[in-house]
């Protein structure tokens, strides 16, 4: 198994906001190459109250918002504002350009911005939501985003999908897995326990095309599983994933 652990070189702090930035598959965080497929770049983001990033565009890349404490805003060119939470998820397909402004105005606020390279650079930007009343869900595995025609809640433009639960202390549970598929599971919160390794907080594990074995909480966590296509074909025209 490779696990990725939260490091110190990895972090860096600007003003309010303090970013932890993994290039999953990487043996070498330091290093400038992705190796997972198209899952290109994973930032650890905490904004303190009245954190704000101005208007700004980005470009081709695929962004999956994941906010689990606190709450952001997104604000469009339009002026339209959308809170984001753990009660609402947002993926940008920026395409030929997506401009906003990201805030968070009330309280401190943790997520996840998850940079995906698409298939092929272009198309229309857009934005979507995923609304979910009852927040992270407790005991099981719920899918987020996903390619075209599966289903899911946010549509992907590549071969990734994204899940999300809620584990409590002691149980037991098992990542997504499909055939041919990698898992590269994530620790947002808590503490883990996976074939006899111990993972905390901004640890990151993944096992190539081979099946993780069962998880189980030391504490209560919040746990994220992305499904990479690690032979899919994906642009290098990110903006940020890409050169």
Known sequence: MNIMRASPIQLFEYGPFTIRRMRPGEADAASNA????PLAIVDHMQLKSGARIAMHQHVNDEILHYVWRGSLFHEDRHGERTPLSAKKIMLISAGEGVEHEESAPIVDTEMLQIFIRPQQAGGEGRVQFMARPQGIVEGAWTLLAGPQGEAAPLTLRQRVWAWDIRLAKQAVTEAPCRPGLAQWLYVAEGTISVGGERLGKGDALSDGLNRLPPIEASRDAILLCLLVDLQ????????ISGH
């Open 34 to 37: 992705s190796a997972f497929g």
């Open 232 to 239: 899919a074909p994906a642009t290098l025209a990110g903006q």
